[in-house]
């Protein structure tokens, strides 16, 4: 028999009166990542999801479901009659798919179902002492098992596994809100925003790009992001606005030690304004503090001070090493370190001031048409709907 897709949630259980709005979402998670894989049934029960899917989708839905925040673990669960004999049957089973000769072995019994006749310590050893009767080379090992077989017994059947899947953990995507993440082609931002997603922030993406100078391939790896953070969200929103006018600008006009600062203070009124236009109440940016000149605090002061919306750095705190470790793990990396230019770093100043005046910011804004710039930018933003890997 094909097994079932056995999910557990974690910190969903701390919530009080508001945890069915959190078992909703997460439902309805589970079936929007499964969406091509069909015929598949997800139910509820006691604060576990149950996934029936064909055999051949197994695998996949495995996979996807290890992308889908709010799930700790996933295990192929085994489905065998009320009948103690067929339960051993199954418990050997799927001993044999782990086993090796030498093997130890714990059984681990729950009986939610009080009306079948043994205990649960009377099904570990009846079943213990099945699996010692076969032909395998085993022991037991109550304290430290390389393999635990677990059985529930149910109403209407039992559940036996024994591997668990990690989850990605987190919060269902979409239970926190919705921010708008500016995302760059670089190593940081993208983490950012998989941090935003894994506390339940459904995210939409803002990239600058700067054509004719950022070309195709520049793009193509916040596109590819994208596809990528969107296994984790079903879909990510992708606003790409036309940065040269503003680069050009201020390259002219306006010191060139502020220049970075100057851009930023652009790119977050204009982040601001698309925000609020669709209803994001928060900003997200993978700025982490001291990493660069334009990141200090000072920069960051001056670069807050052009927007009343929240802007939440989630890597303020982290070293870069730690940055990076992330992105290996969910896969970015390889995408953020393509070399190809994003528009910031084809302007960089030699000497990046680490410590703005504002009175210098705003006297050198004052050489720009700020307003005309800001409305160019969000006049001509394209907009792309982007799912997981395609
Ligand atoms: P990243 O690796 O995310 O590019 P970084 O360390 O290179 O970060 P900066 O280039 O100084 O840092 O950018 C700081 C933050 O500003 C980025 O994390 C991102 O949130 C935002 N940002 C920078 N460039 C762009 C861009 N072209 N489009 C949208 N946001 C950007
Ligand atoms: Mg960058």
């Known amino acids: 028999m094909n097994p079932l897709l056995l999910i557990r949630y974690g910190e969903i259980a701390l919530k009080g009166k508001n945890r069915p709005f959190f078992e909703n979402k997460l439902l309805q998670n589970i079936k929007e990542s499964l969406k091509g894989l069909e015929p598949f049934q997800v139910s509820f029960r006691r604060g576990r999801y149950y996934v029936k899917i064909d055999g051949e989708n197994l695998f996949s839905a495995q996979r996807r479901l290890q992308q889908v925040f709010g799930i700790v673990s996933i295990s192929p669960v085994f489905p065998a009659k009320l009948d103690l004999e067929e339960i051993c049957r199954q418990a050997l089973k799927l001993l044999k798919d782990s086993y090796k000769p030498g093997t130890t072995f714990k059984i681990n019994t729950r009986r939610a179902n009080k009306n079948f006749p043994y205990t649960s310590p009377e099904i570990n050893n009846l079943a213990g002492a099945y699996l010692l009767k076969s032909n395998l080379e085993l022991k037991v090992d109550v304290h430290n098992p390389e393999i635990i077989i677990n059985i ?198 030699r000497h990046p001031v680490t410590r703005p005046a504002l009175e210098e910011l705003k006297k050198a804004e004052e050489n720009i048409p700020l307003e005309e710039l800001i409305a160019y930018c969000l006049d001509n933003i394209e907009t792309k709907h982007i799912r997981p890997g395609c």
Request: net charge neutral.
């Open 152 to 349: 529930d017994i149910r109403d209407k059947e039992a559940y036996l596994y024994s591997q668990s899947l990690p989850g990605p953990g987190g919060l269902p995507v979409g239970v926190t809100g919705k921010g708008l993440l500016l995302l760059s082609g670089g190593i940081d931002s993208p983490v950012a925003g998989w941090m935003a997603l894994k506390r339940g922030i459904d995210i939409e993406a803002l990239h600058f790009h700067s054509p004719p100078f950022t070309g195709d391939s520049a793009l193509n790896k916040v596109v590819d992001l994208c596809h990528l953070l969107a296994a984790y969200s079903r879909e990510i929103t992708l606003h790409l606005a036309p940065f040269t006018k503003v680069q050009k600008e201020i390259r002219l006009k306006c010191p060139e030690s502020i220049l970075i600062t100057l851009m930023r203070r652009v790119m977050f009124r204009v982040a601001e304004r698309l925000a609020v236009k669709r209803n994001i109440p928060v900003i997200f940016t993978g700025e982490s503090l001291g990493q660069v000149a334009s990141q200090t605090l000072e920069n960051l002061v001056a670069i807050n001070e052009v927007a009343d919306l929240p802007i939440l750095r989630p890597l303020i705190g982290f070293d870069k090493e730690d940055i990076i470790n992330i992105a290996r793990k969910i896969n970015s990396f390889p995408i953020s370190v393509r070399p190809f230019d994003d528009c910031c770093t084809l302007f960089i100043p």
